[in-house]
């Protein structure tokens, strides 16, 4: 299986645990597929932690399309504006 087949099947099945755990919170039970075996963790997970997966699910996704150079091009501006951001905040600091 694919990269990408792999991500948007794991993802697919974490926002279907995330309903799953809102439906429970609310009361509303209801009948749903069971999880795929592979995907049985997700259960174990708060809706919280199934928020952050997602997140990070649809980035993976995001990154993998996009590719590696154009994310390492985003990180690397990211970093050298982390890093001005340090300077300011350092010259304007006063001085011990």
């Known amino acids: 299986m694919n990269e990408k087949k792999s991500l948007t099947d794991e ?3 974490t926002k279907e645990e995330l309903i799953r755990k809102k439906r429970q919170q609310e009361g ?3 009948v749903h ?3 795929d075996p592979e ?3 997700l ?3 708060s809706a919280d932690e199934l928020d952050t997966h997602i997140e990070r699910l649809e980035r993976d996704l995001h990154h993998l399309e996009v590719g590696p150079e154009v994310w390492a091009d985003a990180e690397e501006a990211e ?3 982390s890093n001005q951001a340090d300077k300011s905040y350092n010259k304007d600091s006063p001085d011990e």
Do not use: D, F
């Open 11 to 13: 993802l697919r099945a």
């Open 28 to 30: 509303r039970g209801g």
């Open 33 to 35: 597929p069971p999880l």
């Open 39 to 41: 995907y049985r963790y």
């Open 43 to 45: 259960s174990t997970l």
């Open 79 to 81: 970093r050298a504006e």
